[in-house]
């Protein structure tokens, strides 16, 4: 959430930068309607209470003189001025409370490094690494993680719709072990190498920790929520009980920084993305993630993103799996982000790059929200801390992208090196899964 006093200071920035990103000026026009209006009740309680203590020593004036029927005359104003007071202080109450929940609504600013477009045609390639295997050279025609998996008996869609419906998977013995194998090397590679500390949060979550990182009250229609009196939902996402882990807290300046991860399934129920990625494990309503969570200094966040983007992408390194990085445009950016980086893995079947990450620097937006503070040492005054977060990475995503890039001309797949040690196996075949 913006700072209610930033805006108001700086709102021609303000509004210049959030035009960048797409959002309607209503809401702003809205903010200051509201924000003109919070002043003139300022202005009226604070002359109604200047007038109390003005008729308060008059009363103590008049007593003093023995002026008995006079003071209690401005005694009974001076209550009507407390009562009207008290009035406005009310209505005051209810303008700042509508002006919270307009910023509520209201996306992060853009970091002045993020290029300026409105959608995903102006994100700008930062890096690419490993070349894409050439298929035609070989004489195959790569073949879609779909028709491997199901060729190979480690995926099956159909049971899965079976037992919930469209956009779920069942993954199938060496399917299953791939899937966890994945996890588990994501989670040794981060917490052995890379310095995150790992955690295993709830799978459930309030509402007070989806409003904080930023996916409540706005983006309710894509999350699944319990259908009972508790307010609870499933997260869509590691990041939201991490970055909560924190909330209404203040923090040593020595505790900086913090760097978690955690496997957690994700929940979503993609509002909106009917037809688009529908097929195999592109889009799905429940998948598997390793998330990376920083909680920064605001003057180290802008390093930290940097660590942590190669942190994602040294995943896919250690896989040998082609890549590129993007950072997007301020019209493509998610709504708490303040810079954010995509990871592409090259898909051969699509013969195009796809996500697989996106790594963010929030700034002080979530924090705010979340009342994440810190204290810096010597001083009394707190400071919110900046949150980052990243997937490291998106399990199903790796899965099908292992599949795509290391498939045989037999309908195999290669395992990569790294994931040996983990799987127990060099090559998903047939003839292994039949062991």
């Known amino acids: 959430m913006l700072d209610a006093h930033f805006v108001r200071e700086n709102f021609d920035l303000v509004r210049e930068k959030l035009a960048t990103r797409n959002f309607d000026p209503a809401l702003l026009a809205d903010f200051v309607q509201k924000d003109k209006l919070r002043r003139e009740l300022i202005k009226d ?19 003093r003189e023995g002026r008995k029927d006079e003071a209690e005359a401005r005694k009974a104003a001076s209550r009507a001025s407390s009562e009207k007071a008290v009035t406005l202080d009310s209505h005051l109450g209810r303008i700042e409370d509508e002006l919270r929940m307009i910023l509520t609504r209201v996306p992060n600013l853009p970091h002045d490094s993020v290029p300026v477009g409105k959608d995903e045609t102006a994100n700008v390639e930062v890096r690419r690494w490993g070349t894409p295997r050439d298929f035609a050279a070989e004489g195959l025609t790569p073949k879609d993680h779909v028709d491997l998996g199901t060729a190979l008996g480690i995926l099956d869609q159909e049971r899965a719709a079976k037992v919930t419906g469209a956009r779920f998977a069942v993954l199938d013995g060496l399917g299953a072990r791939l899937e966890r194998a994945l996890i588990n090397f994501m989670l040794d590679l981060h917490t052995r190498e890379h310095g995150y500390r790992e955690m295993l949060p709830p799978f459930i979550v309030n509402a007070e920790t989806l409003f904080g990182t930023g996916q409540l009250p706005k983006f309710e229609a894509d999350l699944f929520k319990l259908t009972d009196e508790r307010n609870y939902y499933l997260i869509p996402t590691a990041e939201v009980p991490l970055t ?7 923090l040593s300046e020595d505790e900086l920084p913090i760097s978690y991860t955690a496997y957690t399934p994700c929940f979503r129920s993609e509002a909106g993305s009917y037809g688009r990625d529908t097929r195999g494990l592109i889009r799905q309503h429940q998948f598997d993630k390793v998330e990376l969570v920083k909680l920064t200094k605001p003057e180290d966040s802008y390093a930290a993103l940097e660590r942590l983007t190669r942190d994602a992408e040294t995943v896919l390194q250690r896989l040998g799996l082609p890549y590129r990085t993007v950072v997007l445009s301020t019209g493509d950016m998610g709504f708490s982000a303040a810079k954010t980086y995509d990871i592409e893995v090259w898909l051969p079947s699509q013969n195009t790059y796809r996500e697989i990450s996106s790594c963010s620097n929030c700034e002080a937006f979530q924090a705010r929200r979340a009342q994440i503070r810190f204290r810096r040492a010597g001083k009394s005054k707190t400071e919110f801390v900046h949150a980052l977060n990243g997937s490291g990475l998106a399990v199903g995503r790796t899965w099908l992208a292992i599949l795509e890039n290391f498939q045989q001309a037999d309908g195999s797949v290669v395992v990569p090196e790294v994931l040996v040690p983990y799987l127990g196996v060099e090559v998903i075949s047939p003839t292994e899964i039949k062991k």
């Open 45 to 63: 309680r604070d002359e109604l209470n200047a007038e109390s203590n003005r008729i308060s020593k008059e009363i103590g004036a008049l007593m």
């Open 244 to 250: 909560n882990l924190h909330r209404d807290e203040i």
